[in-house]
């Protein structure tokens, strides 16, 4: 057993019996193939919650000053996180992100950047739209509903694929694209 499906299974231990997780639209996510997997972003379990509720190993960017800890650097390699500077082109982590699309695997991103302090969706960053249009991935969004407090539920929708053939195809912006996927996110949001 590798960490993090060791990980995962302590995890979800964990928080199971504190939160009531509603899981809904999994069978939305693809088998196999390349999977760019945004969600919307309202506490620091977000990454743990999607890691356990997802159908497939999720590699998740996170912030670099995570691998900066004395004990977290050692971790989240092994949990298939790889850092990201946030506030600027951070040119080695797209290269990363982009390899493990290109190689079938499954990135998640929380395009809005930090945590929504409000719990509204804030307006997303265009490294979403970057994956989305230089990797032939399918685009999932997703949308975590809280708040986390014990014993209350917590909703996470995953939803269809987004449609990027015709964005793709015209060469849209990446800020355009992100705009696209953080209304997929919304919507669900809307409708849950």
Known sequence: MNLYTFGKAVVTVILTPIYRFDVIGREHFPKEGGVLL??????????????MTAPRDVSFMAKAELFDAPILKHIM????????K????D???LRRGLA????????????EGTRSRDGKLKKGLAGAGFFA????????PCAIIGPYKPFKRVKVIYGEPIPMDELRERKASA???TE????????LIDNH
């Open 77 to 84: 390699p092994k949990i298939k996180a790889f850092p990201v």
């Open 100 to 111: 493990l699309l290109k190689e079938g695997n499954v990135l998640g991103l929380f395009p």
């Open 175 to 177: 800020e355009e694209t």
């Open 38 to 51: 945004c969600a919307n972003h309202i506490d620091n379990l977000d990454p743990p919650v999607v890691g």
């Open 180 to 187: 696209l996927i953080m209304m997929h996110i919304q919507r």
């Open 86 to 89: 946030r506030g600027m082109s």
């Open 91 to 93: 040119r080695e982590a």
């Open 133 to 140: 249009l230089r990797s032939n991935s399918a685009v999932v």
